[in-house]
């Protein structure tokens, strides 16, 4: 039987760990060390964003991450051996995203509980590009 997205979620969950929205705002504050990426497209990005998040769409990530690609990106193919959160609205394109770079060497990275949606309804602040 062929596998759907929601197959693909789940056992992309099964392998990674999540943040909840307030130990992310909580690390946040104390601690400039994190790499915050929002895997959603640009529109998605620009009508509202963790503050210092920086976007990689999902579809670029791999090239993004690798840093033998001409698409790398360096905050991203430095942060191996950093705490990297990742988010999209609700969690599941960036569990992928999570599961992704976890097999790609990155150490301790962590899906964002619930996306932007539960940090948003949680009202942790999101800044937008005017």
């Known amino acids: ?35 915050v990426i929002d895997v959603r497209e640009p529109a998605e990005f620009a009508s509202g964003h963790i503050p210092g998040a920086i976007l990689i769409p999902r579809g670029t990530l791999e090239g993004a991450a690798d840093p033998t690609s001409p698409h790398r990106v360096e905050p991203l193919c430095s942060a ?39 940090w948003e309804a949680e009202g942790l602040p999101l800044v937008t590009d005017d």
Request: with cysteine.
């Open 80 to 118: 191996q051996e950093r705490l990297v959160v990742v988010y999209c609205e609700s969690g599941a394109r960036s569990a992928l995203a999570t599961d992704t770079l976890q097999q790609m060497g990155f150490g301790d990275v962590r899906n964002l509980a619930g996306g932007c949606v539960l």
């Open 1 to 35: 039987m062929p596998m759907t997205i929601g197959d693909f979620v789940a056992r992309a969950r099964s392998r990674i760990h999540e943040i909840p929205a307030e130990e992310l705002d909580n690390l946040l504050e104390d601690n400039e060390a994190i790499l």
